[in-house]
Each structure stands twice: as C-alpha cells, then as structure tokens.
Nanobody, 117 residues
Framework: QVQLVESGGGLVQPGGSLRLSCAASRNSFSRNVMGWHRQAPGKQRELVAAISRAGDTNYADSVKGRFTISMDNAKNTVYLQMNSLKPEDTAVYYC???????????WGQGTQVTVSS
C-alpha cells in the first residue's frame, strides 16, 4: 500500500521559509511522479510542484523561483522548500504520487501552512 505522510507545516511570517517533508512508503517511489498540491479556502486544489523519476521538475507559475521540490531516495522522502512565502501561499499542502504530470493516484493527509504576520 502506498502511504504518504506530510510534516513541516505551521505558521510563518511573510518572507519566511518552511520546508515540508513527505515520508513515503517504498512503493511510492515506483510511481512516475511525486508532487505537492495545495488547496486554499474557496479555491480548487492545484499542483504546486512535481518531480519525475528522471528528476524532471514542474512548478506552478505562482511559486516558480521561490519553491524547490527534491527527493531523497535513500530516505524515501520528498521535500518542498518554500522561500519568500506570501500570504497567498496559505493552504493545506498535500504530498501526492501519480502516473504522470496530470494524474495523481495517492495522497497524504495534508499539512497546514499559514503565512501571516
């Protein structure tokens, strides 16, 4: 069974940084892509960043240049480094795994990120 568990969320001031971690089951890394999605109040869930087995990355325009997705195969962990955070980044962030950039089959429980002064 594929299991994804997020951690690292919390309250941070605008301009600050957070690093989210996703502890994944070993089977999770057999998937073609690992990603991070987020859902803010009143908005649709959106893809924030994704990384393929080959190491290719994909970012939403709103976070490009500020967020970085990475993975550590030895630790079965996916990270999302978030810098220069803005209030608009406030959302529940979900770790995800899927077959391609557009289809995600597995989801974590989510971790709350709140950017506020």
């Amino acid at each position: 069974q594929v299991q994804l568990v997020e951690s690292g969320g919390g309250l941070v001031q605008p301009g600050g940084s957070l690093r989210l971690s996703c502890a994944a089951s070993r089977n999770s890394f057999s998937r073609n892509v690992m990603g991070w999605h987020r859902q803010a109040p009143g908005k649709q869930r959106e893809l924030v960043a994704a990384i393929s087995r080959a190491g290719d990355t994909n970012y939403a325009d709103s976070v490009k240049g500020r967020f970085t997705i990475s993975m550590d195969n030895a630790k079965n962990t996916v990270y999302l480094q978030m810098n220069s955070l803005k209030p608009e980044d406030t959302a529940v962030y979900y770790c995800s795994a899927g077959s391609n950039w557009f289809v995600y089959n597995y989801w974590g429980q989510g971790t709350q990120v709140t950017v506020s002064s």
